[in-house]
Nanobody, 122 residues
Framework: QVQLVESGGGLVQAGGSLRLSCAASGSIFSINTVGWYRQPPGKQRELVAAITRGGSTNYADSVKGRFTISRGNDKNTVYLQMNTLKPEDTAVYYC????????????????WGQGTQVTVSS
C-alpha cells in the first residue's frame, strides 16, 4: 500500500510564508499527478495546485502568483510553497496522489494524506 504524510502546517501572520510537504512511501512504482487541496471551515474541499509527472503545474486563481508546487529530487515528495498568506487561506490542506502501485500486477490508485492545518491570522 501507499501512505501520504503531510507536514509543515501551522499558525502564521498574514503576509507570512509556509512550506507544506507531502511525502509518499510504500509500494510505489510511479507517482503521477499530485494535487494539494484545502478545506476551509464549513466549506467544500477545493483544488489549490497540482503537478503532473512531467512537471506541468496548474493553480487555483486565488493562489496564482503566491503559491508554488514542486517535486523534490527524490520524486516521492511534493512541496507547496505558500507566500503572502492571507486569512482566507486558512484551511486544512490535503495532499492527493495518483499512484501506480508496485504489485505482482501494477495498478493505479488515488491516495489522500491526513491533512495539515494552516491558520493565517490577520
Amino acid at each position: 500500500q501507499v501512505q501520504l504524510v503531510e507536514s509543515g502546517g501551522g499558525l502564521v501572520q498574514a503576509g507570512g510564508s509556509l512550506r507544506l510537504s507531502c511525502a509518499a512511501s510504500g509500494s510505489i512504482f510511479s507517482i503521477n499527478t499530485v494535487g494539494w487541496y484545502r478545506q476551509p471551515p464549513g466549506k467544500q474541499r477545493e483544488l489549490v495546485a497540482a503537478i503532473t509527472r512531467g512537471g506541468s503545474t496548474n493553480y487555483a486563481d486565488s493562489v496564482k502568483g503566491r503559491f508554488t508546487i514542486s517535486r523534490g529530487n527524490d520524486k516521492n515528495t511534493v512541496y507547496l510553497q505558500m507566500n503572502t498568506l492571507k486569512p482566507e487561506d486558512t484551511a486544512v490542506y490535503y495532499c492527493n496522489a495518483d499512484v501506480t502501485v508496485a504489485s505482482w500486477s501494477k495498478y493505479d490508485a488515488s491516495y489522500w494524506g491526513q491533512g495539515t492545518q494552516v491558520t493565517v491570522s490577520s
